[in-house]
């Protein structure tokens, strides 16, 4: 599975932006995926997961109530939709596979457990 990130841009604090990630692939659709983020200087962070069939999301207590992760298989497409953005919420945001059609939140917030990586979008947000 190849991914490609996309969406991201500088937003004013309190914008919205909605970030896409594209999948090449027959087998996107059998495992779940998520959304992390890292700042700079700061270590590579969860922000969302979504079951296989996008039924089961988690999320980051940082990000709950302002983002939504959205998949839809038969386009090969994730996206993140991200709301009521902080200056906090800078960083660069990468999708990835994880290697199970789902699991606990344990686990799924670990990025050692995602087997495919996009090449990231940046996300600046200005106070």
């Known amino acids: 599975v190849q991914l490609q990130a996309s969406g991201g841009g500088l937003v004013q604090a309190g914008g919205s932006l909605r970030l896409s990630c594209a999948a090449s692939?027959?087998?996107?659709?059998?495992?779940?995926m998520g959304w992390f983020r890292q700042a700079p200087g700061k270590e590579r962070e969860f922000v969302a997961a979504i079951s296989w069939s996008g039924g089961s999301t988690y999320y980051a207590d940082s990000v709950k109530g302002r983002f939504v992760i959205y998949r839809d298989n038969a386009k090969n497409t994730a996206a993140l939709q991200m709301s009521s953005l902080k200056p906090e919420d800078t960083a660069v945001y990468y999708c990835?596979?994880?290697?199970?059609?789902?699991?606990?939140?344990?686990?799924?917030?670990?990025?050692?457990?995602?087997?495919?990586w996009g090449q990231g979008t940046e996300v600046t947000v200005s106070s």
């Open positions: 692939g027959r087998t996107f659709s059998s495992y779940a």
């Open positions: 990835a596979v994880l290697n199970s059609y789902w699991a606990d939140r344990y686990y799924v917030s670990k990025g050692q457990n995602y087997d495919y």
